[in-house]
């Protein structure tokens, strides 16, 4: 399966802005879902993750009450919902899936991965 995150952009503090993971080759339905970021001179973070089936979502420390996971209708799309963006929270976004439907937060359990979008946010 390949995977393509895109909606990245600059913002200010406060906004919000909602990423789109789109999958080719295959659908959702068969594997949890990641959504990672890698600011610069940092190593990538997990941020949030999603589970088909059943429903189940995780989020990181940092981002949760501000960030929403969730599906598409169709079982190829994953977003992002990022509200109440903070300057920490720039980073370049990837989305990526395990060859699971469990939810992991270790980069290293995710085998596909998407090219990544920036997102800066400004003070």
């Known amino acids: 399966v390949q995977l393509q995150a895109s909606g990245g952009g600059l913002v200010r503090a406060g906004d919000s802005l909602t990423l789109s993971c789109t999958a080719s080759?295959?659908?959702?339905?068969?594997?949890?879902v990641g959504w990672f970021r890698q600011a610069p001179g940092k190593v990538r973070e997990f941020v949030a993750a999603?589970?088909?089936?059943?429903?189940?979502?995780r989020y990181s420390d940092s981002v949760e009450g501000r960030f929403t996971i969730s599906r598409g209708n169709a079982k190829n799309t994953v977003y992002l919902q990022m509200n109440s963006l903070k300057p920490e929270d720039t980073a370049v976004y990837y989305c990526?899936?395990?060859?699971?439907?469990?939810?992991?937060?270790?980069?290293?359990?995710?085998?596909?991965w998407g090219q990544g979008t920036q997102v800066t946010v400004s003070s």
């Open positions: 080759g295959g659908t959702f339905s068969d594997y949890a």
């Open positions: 999603i589970s088909w089936n059943p429903g189940m979502t």
């Open positions: 990526a899936a395990p060859e699971s439907r469990q939810i992991y937060r270790d980069v290293r359990d995710y085998t596909y």
